[in-house]
C-alpha cells in the first residue's frame, strides 16, 4: 500500500504531472522538477501520468503515443527517481498490463461502477485509487471500494473530483472529503479535474485554472489526505486538459502555501 498518511513531515500526499504521456523528454523533466520540489517540502509523491486517454469528446483528440511506449516511460519515471507511479485503465483487459509498469492503478470517474474492471485491477495487488464518479454521492463510494476489498485487495485510495453542476460545470462539496474518510482509506482530492468545465460546444473540455489555488486550499483546510494536480510546462500547448492544468512554474509557490496551511490546522 502506498502510505498517505503518517509520514514524517505530517503533510498531505502528492499526485501530479501531467494528463497524458505526451513523450519521454517531457515526463522526465516535470518528473525531475516535481521530484526536487517535493523532497524540499517533504511532501511524499507519486508521479502521475496516463498511458492513454480514452475518455475523449472528439475523435480527433489526442489519446497518446501507444500504450506500452507510454507504460515504459512511467516505468523509466519510478526507476531512474525512485517515486511511485499511477495511471488509469480503462477494462478489466488492460489491468495486468499496466501492473507490470506501475505502482497504483487509477479507476476513472465514468467507470468507478464497473464491477469486471474494478474487480480485476483488485486482483493485480496493486493500490487501487478508485475517482468518485460525478454522479455519485460520496457515500456510494463505499460500495465501489467493497468491490476491491472483496476481490482480495485492502489497497485503496477514494478521489474526489467534483459533482455535476448542470450540464457544463462541476462543484466540489468538501462534506465529501470526511464522509469518504469514515471508510477508512486514504481520501485524495483531484484539484484540476474539479474545474472543468465538459460539454463545450467545441467538444474540447474548459477549465477555470485561476481557481486552482482555492480549491487546494480548501481541500487541505478540512484535512485531505492528498491532493491531486495536473501539470504541464506550458498547458496552453498541452495535448489534454490544459485548460484545467497548472503551469509547471507555480506548482512550488502553491505546495508552499498548502504546506503552511496544513500546519496551521494539524
Not at 72 to 87: A, C, E, N, W, Y
Not at 91 to 114: G, H, T
Not at 183 to 203: E, K, M, R, W
Amino acid at each position: 500500500m502506498i502510505e498517505l498518511k503518517n509520514n514524517p513531515a505530517g503533510n498531505f500526499f502528492l499526485l501530479a504531472g501531467p494528463c497524458v504521456i505526451e513523450g519521454e523528454e517531457m515526463a522526465m523533466r516535470i518528473a525531475e522538477r516535481v521530484v526536487k520540489i517535493t523532497e524540499t517540502l517533504q511532501i511524499p509523491y507519486v508521479f502521475k501520468g496516463s498511458y492513454r486517454k480514452a475518455n475523449r469528446s472528439r475523435l480527433d483528440s489526442f489519446t497518446g503515443i501507444g500504450d506500452e511506449k507510454a507504460l515504459k516511460i512511467l516505468q523509466k519515471v519510478r526507476d531512474t527517481f525512485g517515486v511511485p507511479t499511477v495511471s488509469d485503465i480503462h477494462s478489466a483487459e488492460e489491468a495486468e498490463m499496466a501492473a507490470e509498469y506501475v505502482d497504483i492503478l487509477q479507476i476513472p470517474a465514468f467507470l468507478c461502477r464497473q464491477t469486471d474492471l474494478l474487480v480485476a485491477a483488485a486482483k493485480t495487488g496493486k493500490t487501487i485509487n478508485i475517482k468518485k464518479g460525478q454522479f455519485l454521492s460520496p457515500l456510494a463510494m463505499q460500495f465501489a471500494a467493497d468491490k476491491v476489498v472483496e476481490a482480495g485487495n485492502k489497497n485503496v485510495m477514494l478521489t474526489e473530483r467534483g459533482t455535476t453542476f448542470g450540464y457544463q460545470d462541476l462543484v466540489v462539496d468538501y462534506r465529501g472529503i470526511p464522509e469518504m474518510q469514515t471508510f477508512g482509506y486514504p481520501v485524495i482530492l483531484d484539484v484540476t479535474h474539479s474545474l472543468q468545465q465538459p460539454n463545450q460546444t467545441s467538444g474540447v473540455t474548459g477549465g477555470m485554472p485561476q481557481l486552482i489555488e482555492t480549491i487546494a486550499k480548501a481541500g487541505i483546510a478540512v484535512g485531505v489526505d492528498g491532493i491531486f494536480i495536473e501539470t504541464h510546462e506550458n498547458p496552453a500547448v498541452a495535448k489534454s486538459d490544459g485548460a484545467n492544468m497548472l503551469k509547471l512554474d507555480l506548482l512550488e509557490g502553491l505546495l508552499t502555501k498548502l504546506v503552511r496551511i496544513r500546519e496551521a490546522v494539524k
